[in-house]
């Protein structure tokens, strides 16, 4: 079992800034993948930024030079520093992460979410 527990949320102002934790906990072999998904009301899931295991990372076009993610393996923590943010930000932050049990077989786990609402 796996879970993974999203902070840091909260209601912020235009152009200020959030820093958002996922910590992963459980029984598992390793985390691949990590990543932060949101969500607006009425809106599809998308994804905001991902980050694999040696450090590679992706931004979505509209955070990019925004929001820096991170990761603390040691920890089993990721992170997303989020800056200028703007009223669009607007959503629940989801972490994701793609697990491997001692199985071996690999499963993405999701955590439940926080809110972010930025205010104009």
């Known amino acids: 079992q796996v879970q993974l527990v999203e902070s840091g949320g909260g209601l912020v102002q235009a152009g200020g800034s959030l820093r958002l934790s996922c910590a992963a906990s459980?029984?598992?072999?390793?985390?691949?993948?990590m990543g932060w998904y949101r969500q607006a009301p009425g809106m599809q899931r998308e994804l905001v930024a991902s980050?694999?295991?040696?450090?590679?990372?992706n931004y979505a076009d509209s955070v990019k030079g925004r929001f820096t993610i991170s990761r603390d393996n040691a920890k089993n923590t990721v992170y997303l520093q989020m800056s200028s943010l703007k009223p669009e930000d607007t959503a629940v932050y989801y972490c994701?992460?793609?697990?491997?049990?001692?199985?071996?077989?690999?499963?993405?786990?999701w955590g439940q979410g926080t809110q972010v609402t930025v205010s104009s």
């Open positions: 994701n992460a793609e697990v491997t049990r001692y199985s071996r077989r690999s499963f993405s786990s």
């Open positions: 459980g029984s598992f072999f390793s985390i691949n993948d």
């Open positions: 980050i694999t295991s040696d450090g590679r990372i």
